[in-house]
């Protein structure tokens, strides 16, 4: 019988003027940035959790805690090779990762497949992104926030 494993992951970030908002990976603007001890990285952090999930390994906070003077400013590519680490130890390998981003602003559609080959250059399997915005509802949908909803399946190896 073939040992797959499901993870999900949420995360939001207040956003604010700044030099750069880093989603998956990727500058997707120069004007904002996300209010964060690393960059901010929600879908990245939706994705670490995803594996933490998967794994049944906790969650980002108590790997990678915002209390931690080393993750100030942390590109967090680091924390998703991390969890990726930790998945391999194991024994499991990704076999896909699904997101979904929510945004009012930037707009997202003309860096969707950059950020998908971002990941998929890290995680080494297909990876599916999809950008929305939040049909003007609540923080997100006023563009004070964006958030990030990622699931992931993984496979012993
Ligand atoms: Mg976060």
Known sequence: MTDFRIGHGYDIH???PGSGLVLAGVVVSRELAAVAHSDGDVAIHAAVDAILGAM???DIGQHFPDSDPRWSGADSTIFLRRALELAKEAGYRPVNL???IL???PRLGACR???AA???SILGCPVNVKAGTHEGCGAIGRGEA???HAVVLLVKA
């Open 118 to 120: 971002r990941l998929e």
């Open 56 to 58: 049944a390994a906790g």
């Open 113 to 115: 497949s950059e950020m």
């Open 98 to 100: 699904d997101l979904t």
């Open 146 to 148: 964006v958030a990030a």
């Open 103 to 105: 945004a009012e602003r």
């Open 14 to 16: 207040r956003i604010r």
